[in-house]
């Protein structure tokens, strides 16, 4: 059974920076589709980026630019890194796996899910 497990979320101010870690536990990061996807309150859930085995990504519209999505398939560990973060970025972020290589914006294409890290921007 695979376990997912976010780090890294906070509050911080509008034009500041978070670093997100999602560490994959008891599977391996490599040969499936890694992504983060967030909810904010009221709201449904939404993609905000994802990475291909073959390390292709993809970005929401509104974070692209800002946000840079990675992975460390020796260490199986995914990351977000958010850059000039907004007010409307304030959310709960969680990471998600795919049992596909190749990548998805729905969330309902991901088989596991971590169980969230906040994030609150401040203007």
């Known amino acids: 059974q695979v376990q997912l497990a976010e780090s890294g979320g906070g509050s911080v101010q509008a034009g500041g920076s978070l670093r997100l870690s999602c560490q994959i536990l008891?599977?391996?990061?490599?040969?499936?589709?890694m992504g983060w996807f967030r909810r904010a309150p009221g709201k449904e859930r939404e993609d905000v980026a994802a990475?291909?085995?073959?390390?292709?990504?993809s970005y929401a519209e509104s974070v692209q630019g800002r946000f840079i999505i990675s992975k460390d398939n020796t260490k199986n560990m995914l990351y977000l890194q958010m850059n000039s973060l907004k007010p409307e970025d304030t959310a709960m972020y969680y990471c998600?796996?795919?049992?596909?290589?190749?990548?998805?914006?729905?969330?309902?294409?991901?088989?596991?899910w971590g169980q969230g890290t906040q994030v609150t921007v401040s203007s």
């Open positions: 008891k599977q391996s990061a490599g040969g499936h589709c």
């Open positions: 998600a796996r795919r049992s596909y290589k190749y990548c998805s914006r729905a969330s309902r294409d991901y088989d596991y």
């Open positions: 990475i291909g085995s073959d390390g292709r990504t």
